[in-house]
């Protein structure tokens, strides 16, 4: 690779179409606010570089950064891209990642409202992320060791396993299809509502009317914290370490916990209720 180390481009497409160059120490900023400086690059490696100007790495191939800041300023930085490598990195701009493939993001810092829309095989490990709109309409996400802290979370994705991670989120993974979480903690209003084949294994649950609408859901050594009308409308298998709330008309399955506040049958339910409940400290 040719490599280039400690230059500054500041004007538009200073390296468009770069193809097989290591960027070491080299920063795109500057008066002339250039944008899209790396569109069109491939087999292209930037280490320790400083990132302030709009759009640097849309329809890319194979790119790795690491120890690279992209600040606020670096706007939709990766766009259309596919095969990404992102380690020890900071990416603080709004749209970060949208419309990519076979992105690999490591030990990295994100703030990015609207972050990873519409994108598929994404992995993640040992990241802190801070978001709105994390995940839109994105599928094939892998994510480990990672705190998250937003708002609208994983709405429409498929195809998601999540381990050994800390969510702090609201309505996540509305319309989820295929989404199973491991030995995690998610905390959230109205957690997983119409989604479709939701697992849950090890974890703790945290909130108001969680697993509304939901098919083929399932809880397996889950705790819950303030779950109250939890599974409405659901079809549900859940094995709860300990108490829950309250349980409000769950269509069909089986409920076990500890303990129960309040099961709620309501006269107007649109379903029948055909989900047998237990409670094993009444047992």
Known sequence: MEIIQNKTFPRERDLYAARGVWL?????DGAEDGESALKEARNVRLSGCYMNLRYPLWHDNNVRLEDTEMTENCRAALW???GADIRKSRM????AVREC?????SDTEIISPEFGWKSENLSLENCK???EYLFLLSSGIRMRGTDFKGKYSFQYVRD???EDCVLDTKDAFWHAKNVTV???VVKGEYLGWYSENLTFINCKIIGTQPLCYCKNLKLVNCETEGTDFSFEYSDVDAEIKGAILSV?????GKITAASIGEVIITPDSKYACNCEIIQTDAA
């Open 129 to 131: 992320i801070v978001s």
């Open 160 to 162: 998601v396993v999540i």
């Open 92 to 95: 603080h701009g709004i749209k």
């Open 182 to 184: 491991k030995n995690s």
């Open 101 to 105: 493939a076979d992105v690999r993001i």
């Open 24 to 28: 070491k120490n080299c920063r795109f």
């Open 80 to 82: 259309y891209t596919r």
């Open 248 to 252: 409000k008309n769950p269509r069909s």
